[in-house]
Structure formats: structure tokens, C-alpha cells
């Protein structure tokens, strides 16, 4: 093997728990191992993050990855970590979600050379779409239990909560189907491993269990932690929601600027978990971080390593210009280079104003921008007054009291931001 996966996941913070001969199982050859992909939407989240690159080392220390797009587990809906059963999807909406989500799995695993080892995307719905209701009882469901199903913590605490809904029969038999799941690719691809967050380990465990009783084998199960963050705000949500890997539900300008405002606590954990950083080169990383934190040089490398392997390097050289725009010195050309969502989000909540596009053809006064027609400042003495005391910028650079807009001024052909000072913005959105 090129390297021992659970030692790497070890020093990366990564590992939570693993079945007894998990680490040795995986140091005798190359081995498979899978983990499960909720498909409820057409993008990964950073929240499923973890996983991936859970994938991906295993995939680096020499062995099989297996992506397992949740196809049937989706029309079901895990009750762990759930307070309320989810919506169910249609067959046509997973299919769609399944090829957007290879898309972003490509980033990260190798699914097209020809290595033994290549990755491999599954679908449990074609597995499981042509099994009866009376065949899956027969055959999978008398190998387990009641007693062994509701000892599981996912489905103790959803029946001990207080949800006047309880627990649907589909969602108790959740745990059946996952691990059938694990049965089916342990038969069909000599698969012994099922990677999964803290959360799912009683979910992995049933498919252990299958394998026993019914494939006659065995299975490993091994378990990342749950990652939190140090003020205890929830990982990988904002005001606005999920931070996705798609660019058109998250811009990359967001995306990178959600790395670059983590604590410092948080930069050196996260460091360890979303990059391929070695061991020494995170461990100079910290120590230079310590002696000027406020250089947050750990922020900063997090934030470039994750943006490029996400998206790309021109995403990340636009998100770091959009963001010296804010910060930093810059002209009216870094303004008119960024694209009409990257300027919205750089500018977000900043008041803006409606103007005609008939008034900017024929041109309008600096002072009638300002109060009048614009209404950034009260009136136009206090227009006036700015002026003379050279504190107005329009597009970042400073104007007079005689200066005019016009179509030159426009951004993307319809934003002209206004300045007083360093950090008062306005802008004019023209209609």
C-alpha cells in the first residue's frame, strides 16, 4: 500500500471511530470502501465535504473509493440527526441531482483512469427499485431484529423527542435499507468499508451485521467526527444558508470569503480536514500563523487551497481581487472586472437607490447624484460639502464638484458605486 489511511486520517483530526482490524484489514492490500451521498439537491454542500475527502484519501493511500449516491435512501429519508421526516423525491429529480453531483465528485477522485483503483459512482436505487416489498422482509428483514433496530441512538432519540410526528415506519427501516446497501457491494464488489460521519455508525453497524449473518463475511465500519465550530454556530451555514460547491448557489467570492472569516481555532482544525497539506507544511503554517495572527495566514492558505480544489485558480485570483476591493486600494477597472454577481455579493447590504437610465444617457450632475436623484447624502449642501473636503469617490476614485455621470461610469451596464470616506457606500442601480 502507498501509505496507511488510518494513521493519516489520525493526525488530520479525522477519525472518530473504527471497527477492531479495521487498520490492519486495510494494510493487507488494496481494499474497497464506499460512503454514502445524500442526493436531495443538484450540488454538494461543504458539509459533505468531510466525506469526500474521506474518499480521496483512501483513494491516495493506494485503494478503491466507491461514491454511493443515495437514489433509494433518498425517497426514504434518514432519521438520524433528523427532528422531521424529509421531502421524498421523484426518480427523475435524483437522476438529475445524481449527474450534477459526479460533476463535483470529479474534483476530487479519479473516476477515468484506468488504475485498479479508480473511483466508482453507484446508485442504490438500481439495486433496490426492483426489490418487493415481500422479498426485501424475507430476505433482509428477518436477519434483524426490533430490539436490535430501536437500540440504535438514531432512532432512540427521534422516538424519545418531543415531534408530535414520532417516526414513520419508512424512516425505521432506513437502517435496513443502508445496510443492505453495504451487503450489496460487499457481494457485488468485494466492498469491506463504509466510511460515514459520528451520526451514521449505527446505521454502518446494520450493514456489518448483514454481512455477517447473510454474506457470511465481514465488514469494517470506520467514522468521522461531526465537525463543529469553536463559537458553537453550526458548520457550514451562513445567514443565507448551506455554503454549496456549486458557483451558482454559492459565488466563489462567498465561498472563499467563508474560509477567510473562520476563528483561528477553527483555521487550524479545518486546515488538517479540507486540504492535502502534509503534516510538516500545516505545522510551519501554524507556527508562522502564532507569531502574527494577525496576518491570519492560516485563514488565508485554507481559503486559497479549498477555493481552487472547489472551483478553480481564476476563481480564487477574482475572489481575492473582490475582495482587496473592499479592503484594499482600487481602481474603477478592478470594479468593472468582476462579474454582475460577484459585485452583488461584494456589496451586499449596501443601500442602494433606483435611477433612470434616460437621466444617465444624458448625463447627471455629481451633486443631484449624491442627494437629489441619488439620496446618499441629505441634501445637496451636504453634497457640497463632501466634495469640497474630497471624501467622494465614484467607482473608487475621487471626483470634483463638477463632475458628471454617464454610460462611462457604468458597472456590469447598470451599478455606479458612490463612496464618502472609506467605508460609507451607496450604490445606484440603473433601471
Given at each position: 500500500?502507498?501509505?496507511?489511511?488510518?494513521?493519516?486520517?489520525?493526525?488530520?483530526?479525522?477519525?472518530?471511530?473504527?471497527?477492531?482490524?479495521?487498520?490492519?484489514?486495510?494494510?493487507?492490500?488494496?481494499?474497497?470502501?464506499?460512503?454514502?451521498?445524500?442526493?436531495?439537491a443538484?450540488s454538494?454542500?461543504?458539509?459533505?465535504?468531510?466525506?469526500?475527502?474521506?474518499?480521496?484519501?483512501?483513494?491516495?493511500?493506494?485503494?478503491?473509493?466507491?461514491?454511493?449516491?443515495?437514489?433509494?435512501?433518498?425517497?426514504?429519508?434518514?432519521?438520524?440527526?433528523k427532528?422531521?421526516?424529509?421531502?421524498?423525491?421523484?426518480?427523475?429529480?435524483?437522476?438529475?441531482?445524481?449527474?450534477?453531483?459526479?460533476?463535483?465528485?470529479?474534483?476530487?477522485?479519479?473516476?477515468?483512469?484506468?488504475?485498479?483503483?479508480?473511483?466508482?459512482?453507484?446508485?442504490?436505487?438500481?439495486?433496490?427499485?426492483?426489490?418487493s416489498?415481500l422479498?426485501?422482509?424475507?430476505?433482509?428483514?428477518?436477519?434483524?431484529?426490533?430490539?436490535?433496530?430501536?437500540?440504535?441512538?438514531?432512532?432512540?432519540?427521534?422516538?424519545?423527542?418531543?415531534?408530535?410526528?414520532?417516526m414513520?415506519?419508512?424512516?425505521?427501516?432506513y437502517?435496513?435499507?443502508?445496510?443492505?446497501?453495504?451487503?450489496?457491494?460487499?457481494?457485488?464488489?468485494?466492498?469491506?468499508?463504509?466510511m460515514?460521519?459520528?451520526?451514521?455508525?449505527?446505521?454502518?453497524?446494520?450493514g456489518?451485521?448483514?454481512?455477517?449473518r447473510?454474506?457470511?463475511?465481514?465488514?469494517?465500519?470506520?467514522?468521522?467526527?461531526?465537525?463543529?465550530?469553536?463559537?458553537?454556530?453550526?458548520?457550514?451555514?451562513?445567514?443565507?444558508?448551506?455554503?454549496?460547491?456549486?458557483?451558482?448557489?454559492?459565488?466563489p467570492?462567498?465561498?472563499?470569503?467563508?474560509?477567510?472569516?473562520?476563528?483561528?481555532?477553527?483555521?487550524?482544525?479545518?486546515?488538517?480536514?479540507?486540504?492535502?497539506?502534509?503534516?510538516?507544511?500545516?505545522?510551519?503554517?501554524?507556527?508562522?500563523?502564532k507569531?502574527?495572527?494577525?496576518?491570519?495566514?492560516?485563514?488565508?492558505?485554507?481559503?486559497?487551497?479549498?477555493?481552487?480544489?472547489?472551483?478553480?485558480?481564476?476563481?480564487?485570483?477574482?475572489?481575492?481581487?473582490?475582495?482587496?476591493?473592499?479592503?484594499?486600494?482600487?481602481?474603477?477597472?478592478?470594479?468593472?472586472?468582476?462579474?454582475?454577481?460577484?459585485?452583488?455579493?461584494?456589496?451586499?447590504?449596501?443601500?442602494?437607490?433606483?435611477?433612470?437610465?434616460?437621466d444617465?444617457?444624458?448625463?447627471?450632475?455629481?451633486?443631484?447624484?449624491?442627494?437629489?436623484?441619488?439620496?446618499?447624502?441629505?441634501?445637496n449642501?451636504?453634497?457640497?460639502?463632501?466634495?469640497?473636503?474630497?471624501?467622494?469617490?465614484?467607482n473608487?476614485?475621487?471626483?470634483?464638484?463638477?463632475?458628471?455621470?454617464?454610460?462611462?461610469?457604468?458597472?456590469?451596464?447598470?451599478?455606479?458605486?458612490?463612496q464618502?470616506?472609506k467605508?460609507?457606500?451607496?450604490?445606484?442601480?440603473?433601471?
Open positions: 500500500m502507498k501509505s496507511n489511511f488510518v494513521a493519516e486520517l489520525k493526525w488530520r483530526g479525522m477519525l472518530h471511530d473504527a471497527m477492531p482490524g479495521t487498520e490492519e484489514h486495510l494494510m493487507t492490500e488494496m481494499q474497497s470502501a464506499y460512503v454514502g451521498i445524500d442526493p436531495t443538484d454538494l454542500h461543504i458539509g459533505h465535504l468531510v466525506g469526500v475527502m474521506m474518499l480521496r484519501h483512501f483513494q491516495l493511500a493506494g485503494h478503491k473509493p466507491y461514491a454511493l449516491i443515495g437514489g433509494a435512501t433518498g425517497m426514504i429519508g434518514d432519521p438520524s440527526g427532528s422531521a421526516e424529509r421531502n421524498l423525491l421523484d426518480e427523475k429529480t435524483l437522476r438529475h441531482n445524481q449527474d450534477a453531483l459526479k460533476g463535483q465528485l470529479a474534483r476530487f477522485l479519479d473516476f477515468n483512469s484506468d488504475a485498479d483503483n479508480a473511483a466508482i459512482l453507484v446508485n442504490n436505487y438500481d439495486w433496490m427499485k426492483n426489490f416489498f422479498e426485501f422482509i424475507r430476505d433482509v428483514g428477518k436477519h434483524i431484529t426490533v430490539n436490535y433496530m430501536m437500540a440504535k441512538d438514531s432512532v432512540k432519540k427521534r422516538l424519545s423527542s418531543e415531534a408530535k410526528e414520532g414513520s415506519f419508512t424512516e425505521f427501516t437502517q435496513l435499507v443502508q445496510g443492505y446497501d453495504f451487503l450489496h457491494l460487499y457481494r457485488a464488489n468485494n466492498c469491506t468499508l463504509q460515514g460521519g459520528s451520526d451514521q455508525w449505527g446505521n454502518i453497524t446494520t456489518t451485521e448483514l454481512i455477517r447473510i454474506g457470511g463475511g465481514k465488514g469494517y465500519a470506520l467514522t468521522c467526527p461531526l465537525i463543529t465550530k469553536a463559537d458553537g454556530t453550526k458548520f457550514g451555514k451562513t445567514e443565507g444558508g448551506n455554503v454549496w460547491l456549486d458557483a451558482d448557489r454559492t459565488s467570492y462567498k465561498f472563499y470569503q467563508y474560509w477567510l472569516n473562520t476563528s483561528d481555532d477553527d483555521a487550524e482544525k479545518y486546515i488538517k480536514i479540507f486540504t492535502f497539506l502534509t503534516e510538516q507544511e500545516i505545522s510551519g503554517l501554524i507556527e508562522t500563523h507569531e502574527a495572527p494577525h496576518l491570519r495566514v492560516l485563514q488565508k492558505r485554507l481559503a486559497e487551497e479549498i477555493t481552487t480544489m472547489v472551483h478553480s485558480k481564476e476563481d480564487l485570483e477574482n475572489a481575492i481581487k473582490a475582495s482587496a476591493i473592499l479592503f484594499g486600494k482600487s481602481t474603477s477597472k478592478d470594479l468593472k472586472g468582476l462579474n454582475e454577481q460577484t459585485f452583488l455579493d461584494v456589496f451586499d447590504g449596501v443601500p442602494q437607490k433606483e435611477i433612470s437610465a434616460l444617465i444617457e444624458e448625463g447627471v450632475d455629481i451633486i443631484s447624484a449624491l442627494a437629489e436623484k441619488g439620496g446618499f447624502l441629505k441634501s449642501g451636504e453634497a457640497r460639502r463632501a466634495l469640497k473636503e474630497n471624501s467622494i469617490s465614484v473608487k476614485e475621487k471626483v470634483k464638484d463638477d463632475y458628471t455621470l454617464t454610460k462611462a461610469d457604468l458597472i456590469n451596464n447598470k451599478f455606479v458605486l458612490l464618502r470616506g467605508k460609507n457606500y451607496f450604490l445606484l442601480r440603473v433601471v
